[in-house]
């Protein structure tokens, strides 16, 4: 059983006096606005402030006091590098207003630069922290990897025998949330913004009479308000307020902790401390510490007081012990120094310890700005700018994905249980190392795919994506199944005996090579020389139909997709701004016999193939323009009505031919066609396509189907020597030929020039964003896709710093091994150091250097990938495959 809690222990004898500030603007509510928010926490706040610094008219209405829920009792840390690019980003826009703020409005923001030290007791935290090190380099942010005695000269409470070494950032600090917000409101209401306390939200208005469902205005204890945008800044009632509109929000409320000691004088002036390792974080408050944690077991909160204004809950100390313990092991003084007092609170998290921003698919004009997971001080002015220009613009200006609430499906959204456990292990692991192959141990099974029981049987080791389970890669002569997750071992539940699963994850705690490099490096072999087969199935599958289909075709895609029936056709999809929101295949379609594969249709219809990490939004994409445009056109989503088979190599051919009767040939399938063919007496649609740049062949399966089909190949391969292949392989030969990865180096602030994509923008004929396109090829591009290799051998993942004649350039996008290459690669964007157009010319004049774990190695630089530079292997012609390529820069 969970510890569940809905009791409200009021400590009031143990809350500081509170000076609360009166912050409300108006007597009366506004008829009309722009933009209503509704929370008076940092996170409204700093959203109202960056609204009204855009003229927008937008009031924040708070049911209480504004700071009254999560705001007035965080501890405020700020800090500076992360291992997202965008949330340095965010983090750096949040510094830099905490830094501005005062200038602007005369009030102090509370800020305090004190710096921060992050404690290694282990050679892979060092590690880690290396490589934040490392990629902070490229924003200019200082930082420096330290020995044990050089931290405990900074911060001289730390015992340096009981640690290996230190990151120390001397940018980092904290800031008093209330005295925060109190400039934030000022800043904005000098600007026309709105802020009405003691006004719960009772109801939200809604209209669908246009087919679409649009946020009309609310409703409050004083009255209406006629808008068109609500922003959900709700906190840890962000669920209430999303069942105003009968819709989920995957956040759970927690209770979170800290201690505030007596005077430790030694700690006045030093940098707060974060012991990942130990889980703990210590904040300097003058000459005393808040010590707070991440344990294992949290208490979950069912159901959220609605009147838990400037309350706590009582410290559970059974639970605390382990963080007091943590601190007594790095610094002794903590076993003789007493309590002052303890603050337990209710914080949100989010099943992938990310907050939860942008608009909701189903409901128009309906925002959220929640699910901050202890992170809202250090996240609000980032993610508030952000959000104030998606209201405003439609989209924001950095790739927010991973902040954007489509990233969930509805079903995760809806399965409670689902959103909570996975929840949960992420307040567990908060501290935990993020190795670039970590998967979690919650949330597992929740979608699997037609092949799902016959892989594990066969060896493949899972990793999950948006929900979906899918193969990393398989081991030999044993399997290792995902189980239910057991929580840890806490709350009543029996720690899971069966280790198979996690003990394979162990081989991925590295940031250097995996443990099961070898194993991955033999299914890309056998993709590259023989034949391999993926399980696709989680790749989103849609059509495209209606009467205004192809006019809807035309203003998405980029690429002419009025080709013959059956032509696959490789587009982006961009937004108003020249952004890739997507790239996808698309296949014009027949009139079809009636199946799933092959469907009536009146008139012109599409089948359309995305990846399927991001498969809900970019069915949301497309769903949004058409509305936009009043086309009479339907996106159906058949994602789950039908698995997907891939047989890639040079011996595909062969044994797709030895299944079906249907001739696979260079005439009937050329490269980029598709027909329904039968395998084993079942319908497919078989594609001629590759995602790893082979000869290959997709079979598009109904569910009812799949196992018969899956049956019929693997049969047939055992002739061939077929070999398993996952994802992890899928990866390293993509990105081996150079293929985009959406979300890592293709994203929505990348441009299709910038991409070496311009060959699949189409010049006849109007399209979203191609105004942005043409200037670009016009005006040449500030930043360029490149692709490089290294000859030390050194494990890349992404975020490692591109150095250019001794200046940083750029960072990589994304790493790892190419097999046929035999050496590391990796894709980054090239900026010109003085902002000028990047040419030719001077991607290939300098020299390079890739900086991985704070040591540089050479690297060489290709304008593409060097792998088949001539696509010989996808038309089929093997002949020279192992003739040795030169020039490999042009």
């Not at 396509?689 to 399966?701: A, M, N, P, Q």
């Not at 150095?803 to 990796?826: E, H, K, M």
């Amino acid at each position: 059983m969970l510890r569940i809690t809905g009791r409200r222990i009021l400590k009031t004898k143990k809350i500081p006096k509170l000076q609360i500030h009166k912050y409300t603007t108006e007597n009366q509510l506004p008829n009309q606005a722009d933009v209503v928010v509704i929370g008076g926490g940092v996170a409204g706040c700093s959203l109202l402030y960056h609204l009204s610094k855009r003229g927008i008219k937008a009031v924040l209405l708070e049911k209480a006091k504004i700071t009254s829920g999560t705001t007035w009792h965080t501890s405020a840390l700020c800090w500076r590098l992360r291992p997202s690019d965008v949330d340095i980003k965010l983090l750096e826009s949040t510094r830099k207003l905490l830094i501005d703020l005062e200038k602007e409005t005369g009030l102090n923001t509370g800020w305090i630069n004190n710096g921060g030290l992050f404690i290694a007791k282990t050679e892979e935290r060092i590690q880690e922290y290396k490589r934040l090190h490392t990629f902070g380099h490229f924003f200019n942010i200082e930082s420096h990897i330290i020995s044990s005695n050089e931290a405990s000269k900074l911060s001289p409470m730390l015992d340096p025998n009981k640690f290996k070494g230190a990151l120390y950032s001397p940018g980092d600090g904290f800031t008093d949330p209330s005295m925060y917000c109190a400039a934030l409101i000022k800043g904005a209401t000098t600007n026309g913004g709105q802020v009405i306390e003691n006004c719960p939200v009772n109801n939200i208005l809604t209209d669908s009479t246009s087919g679409v469902r649009k946020i009309t205005g609310v409703e409050t204890s004083k009255g209406n308000i006629k808008t068109s945008c609500v922003v959900n800044a709700g906190g840890v009632w962000a669920k209430n307020i999303a069942d105003l509109v009968g819709l989920d929000v995957p956040i759970v409320p927690m209770k979170h902790s800290y201690i505030v000691t007596e005077s430790i004088p030694e700690v006045k002036n030093t940098p707060n401390i974060r012991d990942h390792d130990g889980s703990i974080y210590l904040r300097i408050q003058g000459d005393s510490v808040n010590l707070g944690g991440y344990e294992n077991n949290p208490e979950i909160i069912k159901d959220m007081p609605s009147d838990f204004q400037f309350s706590l809950f009582e410290l559970d100390k059974s639970l605390f012990e382990v963080h007091l313990k943590s601190a007594m092991d790095i610094a002794p003084v903590f076993g003789n120094i007493g309590i002052k007092s303890d603050v337990c609170g209710a914080e949100a998290f989010t099943p992938d310890h990310k907050p939860i921003l942008g608009e909701d698919p189903r409901l128009a004009g309906y925002f959220y700005s929640c699910g901050y997971n202890s992170l809202g001080i250090n996240l609000s002015g980032g993610c508030a700018e952000q959000l104030a220009i998606w209201i405003a613009k439609g989209r924001p200006e950095e790739p927010m994905f991973t902040y954007d609430i489509r990233r969930f499906t509805p079903n995760q959204r809806s399965d409670r249980a689902w959103v909570t456990e996975t929840s949960q292990e992420c307040y567990a692991k908060n501290y935990s190392i993020v190795f670039p192959h970590d998967q979690p141990l919650a949330g597992r099974n929740h979608k699997i795919g037609p092949f799902h029981e016959a892989l594990v049987a066969s060896g493949a080791v899972m990793e999950q994506a948006q929900g979906w389970e899918r193969p990393g890669y398989f081991v030999k002569d044993r399997t290792a199944p995902v189980r239910g997750y057991d929580w840890y071992g806490y709350y009543d539940h029996v720690d899971n005996p069966d280790k198979r699963y996690e003990q394979e994850l162990e081989g991925e705690y590295t940031f250097g090579f995996s443990k099961h490099h070898d194993l991955i490096g033999e299914e890309a072999n056998a993709a590259r020389n023989n034949v391999a087969l993926f399980d696709l199935s989680y790749f989103t599958k849609m059509y495209l139909t209606g009467p205004d289909a192809e006019k809807a075709a035309d203003w998405i895609f980029t690429a002419d997709t009025d080709k013959e029936p059956g032509r696959v056709v490789y587009t982006c999809s961009l937004n108003s701004k020249g952004g890739v929101e997507a790239d996808v295949t698309v296949t014009a379609l027949e009139e079809g016999v009636g199946t799933l594969v092959g469907p009536i249709l009146k008139g012109k219809g599409y089948y359309i193939v995305a990846g399927g990490a991001s498969g809900y939004q970019t069915v949301s994409h497309f769903k949004k323009e058409i509305t936009k445009k009043n086309f009479k056109a339907l996106i159906s989503d058949i994602t789950d009505k039908l698995g997907v088979l891939s047989i890639q190599g040079p011996k595909s051919r062969e044994l797709l031919q030895s299944i079906t009767e249907t001739p696979i040939t260079d005439e009937k399938f050329p490269p980029g066609m598709s027909h329904i063919i039968q395998v084993n007496g079942h319908v497919c649609r078989a594609m001629r396509v590759s995602f790893i740049g082979e000869l290959g062949y997709e079979l598009h399966i109904p569910v009812a189907s799949c196992v018969a089909v899956f049956n019929k190949v693997v049969d047939a391969g055992r002739g061939f020597d077929l070999k398993h292949a996952g994802f992890r392989a899928l990866y390293s030969l993509s990105l081996e030929k150079g293929y985009h990865l959406w979300n890592h180096d293709l994203r929505i602030d990348d441009n299709p020039v910038e991409a070496n994509l311009q060959g699949i923008c189409r010049k006849d004929g109007q399209y979203l964003g191609k105004q942005h396109v043409q200037k670009m090829k016009e005006d040449g591009v500030k930043k360029r896709r490149v692709f490089f290799t290294l000859e030390d051998q050194v494990a890349l993942y992404g975020l490692e710093t591109i150095w250019r004649d001794d200046t940083i350039v750029g960072y990589l996008r994304r790493g790892d091994y190419g097999y046929n290459l035999d050496c590391s690669i990796g894709i980054g964007y090239i900026e010109h150091p003085k902002g000028q157009v990047v040419t030719d010319e001077f991607l290939k004049s300098g020299n390079y250097q890739i900086e991985v774990l704070d040591k540089r190695y050479p690297a060489t630089v290709f304008l593409k990938s060097p792998f088949d530079p001539k696509s010989q292997r996808l038309l089929g012609q093997y002949d020279q495959q192992f003739e040795e390529q030169s020039h490999f820069e042009d």
